[in-house]
């Protein structure tokens, strides 16, 4: 029948009605909409003509907010609705699905001659399959419902459950990194949710990407010797990680052991230390600082700093106040330039304005920069003939390679007296927002599927078995 392309939802399935009345949308109805706006389907939300003008109001700016289409039915005329508004929505090949809540004046036999496949929502019932209704019991199972008909239509494709924070599921979504329908190189996305059982979740896909960090609640570093002992984690990490260790032979992008290390500065540090076998003699050189969190020009003012202990100490690196971001998604290193902080000197001279007292920032926040003093077009160039991109690269797949991680993203800085080439941050699934959509999401997609692949290969290495 082909791939699910288009989905129509019933208004009694989105809205509800406060206590005076007025119609509004639940957090799991905008969770859903919010979701379908980038998902790469077409997508249209309906009512019946005789719907009220409060409500019909209401939903139209609903259907704007989420860039949808509002279809008012007419039940006698139902083909010529679709076709004003939505005509591309049931294209030649392709699959469209009617999701409703199941009320008898909605036009499910008119829908079904025109070969719609049909989805009711009912508190009563657990998903099911027939061949002429699904039935689901709760919003959060559409996704699944649609994966699950493609992945019947080619079982080779690869459904791949997504968890992390709202704020960085959008900011992937709106790039088109989460489409719920098949990428060109055999992807589907679908997001993974406390709401319904895991245990059924990670039956339903193949391999899960997560930003595990999101969930962390706080980290004793006193433990940092034996993490992840020190690591509190939300509850629904928690129920992931268990999930995860009583089932070791699961497709993880990429496994929590492997992300571990990225938490502690002092490991980091360890690994860094690794590049020096990348360095030649009277060529530019790689490495790794050392690391804290605040800017100390006296040494009494260790005395009164309040950071977390242990801490790292590091060397602070004029460099011109210019930020290399590399970001490494699988066999492919993209990198953007950016303004950053001053030099030791203009620090210093801000330090002295208050009694030279420790500048702290956060890390994990933007930091201070430099005032803007040269045209960016110089400041391109300029950075352009200072960066040893090749040696950077190398680098790039050393740590990929050393990591065991698919997706990462690090921060070199060009120390101006020695020209070394200085790693100061280090992280897994970056958003690489500075990389335009059209190289950084192709890649994305690229690396997944390469780790998903590589897992197959050694599971199946592992248990011939599984190849049957």
Same mark, same amino acid.
């Given at each position: 029948?082909?791939?699910?392309?288009?989905?129509?939802?019933?208004?009694?399935?989105?809205?509800?009605?406060?206590?005076?009345?007025?119609?509004?949308?639940?957090?799991?109805?905008?969770?859903?909409?919010?979701?379908?706006?980038? &998902?790469?389907?077409?997508?249209?939300?309906?009512?019946?003509?005789?719907? !009220?003008?409060?409500?019909?109001? %209401?939903?139209?700016?609903?259907?704007?907010?989420?860039?949808?289409?509002?279809?008012?039915?007419?039940?006698?005329?139902?083909?010529? !609705?679709?076709?004003?508004?939505?005509?591309?929505?049931?294209?030649?090949?392709?699959?469209?699905?009617?999701?409703?809540?199941?009320?008898?004046?909605?036009?499910?036999?008119?829908?079904?001659?025109?070969?719609?496949?049909?989805?009711?929502?009912?508190? #009563?019932?657990?998903?099911?399959?027939?061949?002429?209704?699904?039935?689901?019991?709760?919003?959060?199972?559409?996704?699944?419902?649609?994966?699950? %008909?493609?992945?019947?239509?080619?079982?080779?494709?690869?459904?791949?459950?997504?968890?992390?924070?709202? !704020?960085?599921?959008?900011? %992937?979504?709106?790039?088109?990194?989460?489409?719920?329908?098949?990428?060109? $190189?055999?992807?589907?996305?679908?997001?993974?949710?406390?709401?319904?059982?895991?245990?059924?979740?990670?039956?339903?896909?193949?391999?899960?990407?997560?930003?595990?960090?999101? /969930?962390?609640?706080?980290? *004793?570093?006193?433990?940092?010797? #034996?993490?992840?002992?020190?690591?509190?984690?939300?509850?629904?990490? =928690?129920?992931?990680?268990?999930?995860?260790?009583?089932?070791?032979? =699961?497709?993880?992008?990429?496994?929590?052991?492997?992300?571990?290390?990225?938490?502690?500065?002092?490991?980091?540090?360890?690994?860094?230390?690794?590049?020096?076998?990348?360095?030649?003699?009277?060529?530019?050189?790689?490495?790794?600082?050392?690391?804290?969190?605040?800017?100390? %020009?006296?040494?009494?003012?260790?005395? #009164?700093? &309040?950071?977390?202990?242990?801490?790292?100490?590091? /060397?602070?690196? *004029?460099?011109?106040?210019?930020?290399?971001?590399?970001?490494?998604?699988?066999?492919?290193?993209?990198?953007?330039?950016?303004?950053?902080?001053? $030099?030791?000197?203009?620090?210093?001279?801000?330090?002295?304005?208050?009694?030279?007292?420790?500048?702290?920032?956060?890390?994990?926040?933007?930091?201070?920069?430099?005032?803007? *003093?040269?045209?960016?077009?110089?400041?391109?160039?300029?950075?352009?003939?200072?960066? *040893?991109?090749?040696?950077?690269?190398?680098?790039?797949?050393?740590?990929?390679?050393?990591?065991?991680?698919?997706?990462?993203?690090?921060?070199?800085?060009?120390?101006?007296?020695?020209?070394?080439?200085?790693?100061?941050?280090?992280?897994?699934?970056?958003?690489?927002?500075?990389?335009?959509?059209?190289?950084?999401?192709?890649?994305?997609? $690229?690396?997944?599927?390469?780790?998903?692949?590589?897992?197959?290969?050694?599971?199946?290495?592992?248990?011939?078995?599984?190849?049957?």
């Amino acid at each position: 029948m082909g791939f699910v392309r288009g989905l129509l939802l019933d208004e009694s399935l989105l809205l509800a009605d406060d206590e005076h009345g007025d119609p509004f949308l639940p957090p799991r109805s905008a969770r859903l909409l919010r979701r379908l706006q980038y &998902s790469k389907l077409r997508v249209g939300i309906c009512h019946q003509e005789d719907l !009220s003008s409060r409500k019909a109001n %209401f939903l139209g700016r609903t259907a704007a907010l989420y860039s949808l289409e509002c279809i008012s039915m007419n039940p006698l005329f139902i083909t010529d !609705s679709l076709n004003k508004k939505l005509p591309a929505l049931s294209g030649s090949g392709e699959t469209c699905f009617y999701v409703a809540s199941g009320k008898s004046n909605e036009p499910i036999s008119e829908l079904k001659k025109l070969g719609w496949k049909i989805i009711y929502q009912s508190v #009563d019932s657990l998903p099911t399959t027939n061949k002429d209704v699904l039935l689901i019991s709760q919003l959060e199972e559409l996704p699944f419902i649609l994966s699950g %008909f493609n992945k019947k239509e080619d079982d080779n494709l690869i459904v791949v459950g997504y968890v992390m924070k709202p !704020s960085r599921e959008e900011d %992937f979504a709106k790039r088109g990194a989460f489409p719920m329908c098949p990428t060109q $190189n055999g992807l589907m996305f679908v997001p993974l949710t406390l709401e319904l059982p895991l245990e059924v979740q990670m039956k339903a896909v193949d391999a899960i990407l997560h930003k595990a960090t999101d /969930e962390i609640i706080s980290i *004793d570093m006193s433990s940092s010797v #034996d993490l992840p002992k020190g690591i509190s984690f939300s509850g629904g990490m =928690c129920e992931l990680e268990r999930y995860f260790r009583g089932h070791p032979e =699961c497709c993880i992008v990429d496994p929590l052991g492997k992300i571990y290390p990225l938490l502690d500065r002092l490991k980091i540090q360890g690994i860094l230390l690794g590049l020096e076998d990348l360095n030649i003699k009277n060529h530019n050189k790689i490495r790794g600082p050392h690391f804290m969190k605040a800017l100390v %020009f006296k040494l009494e003012d260790f005395q #009164d700093l &309040s950071v977390p202990l242990p801490a790292i100490a590091q /060397e602070y690196v *004029d460099h011109g106040s210019l930020l290399f971001k590399f970001y490494v998604l699988g066999d492919k290193v993209f990198y953007a330039i950016k303004k950053s902080m001053p $030099n030791a000197n203009v620090l210093v001279s801000s330090s002295e304005k208050t009694g030279f007292s420790p500048l702290q920032f956060n890390s994990l926040k933007s930091l201070p920069v430099a005032k803007e *003093d040269q045209p960016s077009s110089d400041v391109q160039k300029i950075s352009e003939q200072s960066l *040893d991109l090749e040696l950077v690269h190398q680098a790039a797949n050393w740590l990929r390679t050393t990591l065991g991680l698919t997706i990462i993203g690090f921060d070199v800085v060009i120390q101006e007296d020695s020209g070394d080439h200085v790693i100061v941050d280090l992280n897994y699934l970056p958003s690489f927002k500075e990389i335009p959509d059209c190289d950084a999401i192709p890649a994305f997609f $690229n690396a997944i599927k390469h780790a998903y692949e590589l897992w197959k290969t050694k599971l199946v290495t592992k248990n011939p078995s599984d190849a049957l």
